[in-house]
């Protein structure tokens, strides 16, 4: 048996905490941080509202008047113990195909990314669709997918003027990060391209397909063939 | 008895509730009414629960008009509010019959108000709220002509003393500022703003009108992140200050994205977000730093005082037989006079 994932626990105001975990192995740190999420979930805690999983640390929200940070904090490293002996649920991760017309209209910063990184455009979108990419966590705006980024040579800087808007389906980089946007929203991220595919589906519960733990792979769509695409919804590939 | 009210002039406002707090999982912002402390007070004076569905009214003028008999109290900013014409107290219960319309108008200072129906008002739910997502697209905004359902309707209750107004519960309303004090605790990354972290106290600032339900952005001198490591994305609470630009400093409020890569310079406390959330573009803010424990114990004296309130509530309105099914009743004058 392993010993605990080593946590740090930070106050984040009055009504939330930050726990972060710092092992030296970032699977490990998001597989705890992921496995502490959900056993916060299924313990039902009075005044606990809920937990926002990331990369290596999970926001802790809480009603201050019915619990405190003190109380919630003990019950957080009761929680990283008891995973140390339960082990984080096992769930076989579903695959996920996002076509995507890159550049242009669709990718405004493509170009820009390829000068940042000395690539071509072409060698941008082949590193971009080389391989699948494991769901960090959900993200804003509105369950967007965070995945590591593709492996280009340098991290990709954030806009120093986000755009008011960028549309639904945006797919975009920024740092070692890559994500797709299910809802228009304000953004500061390289937009590269962008996904016929409809992601977010408010008649649905949950809202998006994908949970964290899946898989993302995606595949170059000519222009011609966006309208094609358009309106149809995400689903897990068979 | 279920009846339903039509708005006539909806300025800007929606249907909401305190907040959907199973949304963060799925990456929904919680939203809800912005100053959580008006919109329980509303609920209560009403009769419902603290987070009952209730409209929430910004900056502009607004107007609605009765189709049945209706209990309901207006909290939040200070405005003109009418009945029938006539000139209605704020943060307590009002009687509106039938017919009458409901106005609310000339709000100067503070920005929100809330009108709670007894009852409560139906409205389409997601992951068990009603409160409107602008990114997802989901909520009851409120137009000319809008018809929405209340619940329950109240026969009204008439007061014999034609000024003297029919309740008198005695909450303590917070007060509205066009130059707040606004606490907060350290944030998890404070340190990384090393000696310009104290800036933040030493500065006034002042709210810009690029603000909204999501952020309220505050121009001043700024606070300045002294590493330049990358930041992974990480959750970040309503209430959290970060410095993206070099000209604005940004406070995040309920409508907030749930994570972000900016580092957390301090979290406005549970109380004061209540204050922000009145907040108008102009208005100059000054920060004060708090612990935890204070932060908690203001909020804690706030919610008693909710309690409180909602005790007096219930005695007042078990007498009145307020819930009680419909009858018509006259209070009797107090004997003596």
Redesign the interface.
Known sequence: MNAATPVEV???????L?VVANSPDRERNWAAVHAL?AWL?TADVDGL???????????V?FD??VT??RQIRAFVLLGMRQLDYVGAPARLPRQFDVPVVYGGEYGPDLQKVADHEGLSVAEIIALHTAKSYVIR????????P?MDGPDFPL?VP?LKD?RLSVPAGAVSV????AVIAP???PG?WCVIGQTPLTV?N?DK????PYMPGDLLRFHELPAAEFQRFAGLELAASA | MSGTLTIQQAGHSVVTDLGRFKGSRYGLPVNGALDQFSARAANILAGNLDNDPLIEVTALDFRMRADADLLIAVTGAPLTFTVGGRKCPQWEPVSVLAGETVVLRGMNTGLRSYVAVHGALDAPMLLGSCAPDTVVGFGLKLSEGTVLGARKTVPPIRQPYFDLPLFRLGLSRPGTSDSPVIDVTDGPDVAEFGDTADLLFNTSYTVSGRSNHIGLRLGGTLPERQSTAEVLSRGVPVGAIEVPSREELLVLHRGRGVTAGYPVLAVVTSRSLDVLAQARPGDTIRFRKVTVAEATAGHRAAMRELEALRTSVNTVFGLLGVGAPASWRELKPASGS
């Not at chain 1, 930070?10 to 939330?16: K, L, N, T």
């Open positions: 930070y106050e984040s105001g009055d009504a939330a930050r999420a979930e509202h809920g937990a926002v999983p990331t990369y290596d640390s999970v926001l929200e201050p008047y405190s940070a966590c959900l993200g804003a705006p509105a369950g967007s965070m991290p954030r986000p920024a740092g070692r990060q809802a228009s929203a500061g977010l408010p519960q949950p809202l998006v």
